[in-house]
Structure formats: C-alpha cells, structure tokens
C-alpha cells in the first residue's frame, strides 16, 4: 500500500483547499487518519475525493454523494451502490436536459429582443456603441 497524503499533498493532487478537505471530512465524507494534528488520507479517503469531485461536479448534493458513498460498505459487491447512481445520475440528466432546453429558449429570446432593440434605435435614430 502506498503511503497516505497529507492535506497538502490532497490539495496539489486533486486541485481543492485544505478547507474544502476539512468540510468534507465535518460532513463525514472523508475519514483521515489522525498523527497529532495532521490529517493522512489513505487511498480510500483519495477514492471518495475523485467521487465527491465528480459528483459535485454533475450536480449532486453532497447528502445525495453520502448517501451513494455510504452504500459501498453494504457488503453486495457495490451492485445497490451501482443502480442508485444509475437511477440518480438518469434523473439528474433529466434535469440537466430540461434546463439545457430551456436555456436555449432564453437564449432564442434574448436574441430577438436585441435585434427588435437595435431597429428601434436606428428608427429613432440613436447612437450605438457596443460595450467592450
């Protein structure tokens, strides 16, 4: 087994603060090993950082990332880990969807709104300068 990394270490490796590492470690999501006052993460606590990174990062909660964590040690070679991620990461694809679609829409509008502005401004004859 490789050596476990310190905060710093962590914090170079999987580009988060010493903050972020304590946060999630307050919240029960990571579980360094304690030598005084320094905190050794093992590669399970690295494994769990590169899960709550991802998962963050496609818009789970963090209760949502506990709660798939927390189904590893179930003891069924992570099968019911496996189908919740699944069934949520379909959901949250669903959502991610729907605010794409939506998105695009605003985006539609917006951009009929502006050129609608921009007649109305040379009709009334007015200066334009862009914003830089």
């Known amino acids: 087994m490789s050596d476990p990394l310190t ?3 962590m ?3 999987y580009g988060v603060t010493a903050r ?7 919240k029960e999501l990571l579980f360094p090993i304690r030598d005084g006052q320094r905190r050794l993460f093992t590669k399970r606590d ?7 990174i991802k998962g ?7 209760e949502e990332i506990r709660q798939l964590l927390d189904l590893y040690d179930m003891g069924d070679q992570q099968q019911t880990q496996l ?10 694809l669903k ?11 605003t985006i539609k509008e917006l951009k009929e709104q502006l050129v609608l502005g921009k007649e109305l401004m040379v009709q009334a004859k007015l200066s334009y300068e862009p914003a830089e």
């Open 20 to 26: 972020t590492l304590r946060f999630y470690e307050a």
């Open 46 to 52: 690295q494994a769990r950082l590169k899960l709550i």
């Open 83 to 92: 189908v919740k991620t699944y069934e949520l990461a379909k959901e949250r």
């Open 95 to 105: 959502q991610l969807e729907s605010q794409h679609y939506e998105l695009g829409e």
């Open 56 to 62: 963050k990062r496609f818009g789970f909660s963090l």
């Open 7 to 9: 905060i710093r270490d």
């Open 11 to 13: 914090c170079v490796e």
